[in-house]
């Protein structure tokens, strides 16, 4: 049993100190810098030491209870730095994935459909001049770059304000077209019969998309910091920058292996909840209809 513990808490103390207190120190420290510096000495390095020697030369600091007591302090402050971060990046995480009813939501969502159909009509010129070519491994190369340039906008036409909503939403718009289910009813169904290593890898993946979100919220964090010490304003465009690219993966992921999984196992949810036999081939949409019944019940 202590061999147990002792790995848990190992395990414990490794994640707080990987989630918490390092990225909370860093931020703690930066603004440090920032806040001694200033915009005019920003690079002033001699300004820092001084500052510094100043500290470390006050008669408190050379007792061991104050000493102690600061690295507590600084601790906790580190903590508290990161378990903001963390609600943020919650926050945003949320804002990526919402529904378009506001009028900014509106709006975005509009703009990305407008350019989305641009895309999708460059695409079928491009398709429909390919038929009779005289060069069609040009005509290939281009319409691969129209598809690209498109799925950055959406797999689909954008019904969302951000690209990892409508990631999401295909997924869902192409399980109700291939089963006539409704994803939102049928996914906490599928995820109760769902073999290990295939839980183990969308929740690999939702945690990466919630990592991206959390650096998203330390890229706000550095550009409120840029209004006293501007150097942080790289730190910021940098962890956005990573952010962005990390959450885009992450997402088409995620929705790739839940697709997945709802074509592997949706035979088998649909025999555990009696409508269909162990024989029967995968289920259409009768068998989708009733099972978004089924599973909506009275709503």
Not at 62 to 88: C, E, H, I, K, M
Not at 123 to 139: C, H, K, L, R
Not at 277 to 299: Q, T, Y
């Amino acid at each position: 049993m202590n061999p147990l513990l002792a790995t848990l808490g190992g395990k414990l103390a490794e994640r707080w100190l990987n989630l918490l207190i390092l990225p909370g120190g860093l931020f703690l420290a930066v603004t440090a810098v920032g806040t001694t510096l200033g915009h005019r000495d920003w690079h002033d390095v001699d300004r820092l030491r001084t500052t510094l020697d100043t500290l470390a030369a006050r008669p408190a600091l050379d007792r061991p209870g104050t000493g102690a007591l600061l690295l507590a302090l600084v601790l906790l402050a580190a903590t508290a730095t990161s378990l903001a971060a963390q609600f943020l990046g919650g926050a945003i995480e949320r804002y990526w994935l919402r529904f378009g009813r506001d009028p900014l939501s509106r709006a975005l969502t509009a703009r990305r459909a407008r350019r989305w159909q641009y895309l999708d009509a460059r695409f079928e010129e491009a398709v429909t001049a390919s038929y009779g070519g005289s060069d069609p491994a040009g005509t290939r190369a281009r319409i691969e770059d129209l598809a690209e340039a498109r799925a950055r906008v959406a797999m689909r036409r954008p019904t969302r304000p951000t690209w990892y909503g409508d990631r999401v939403q295909a997924t869902a718009d192409r399980v109700d077209a291939a089963y006539g289910v409704d994803l939102a009813a049928l996914w906490p169904r599928l995820w109760l019969i769902l073999p290990e290593p295939a839980v183990r890898q969308i929740q690999s993946s939702h945690d990466s998309f919630t990592a991206a979100a959390r650096l998203a919220a330390w890229a706000v964090a550095y550009a409120l910091l840029a209004c006293w010490w501007w150097p942080a304003t790289l730190v910021a465009i940098g962890c956005a920058t990573v952010a962005r690219s990390r959450a885009r993966d992450a997402m088409d992921a995620l929705a790739g292996l839940i697709e997945a999984a709802v074509d592997v196992h949706v035979r088998e949810l649909a025999e555990r909840v009696g409508l269909t036999g162990a024989d029967s081939a995968v289920p259409g949409h009768e068998v989708g209809d009733r099972m978004s019944e089924l599973f909506r019940k009275a709503e």
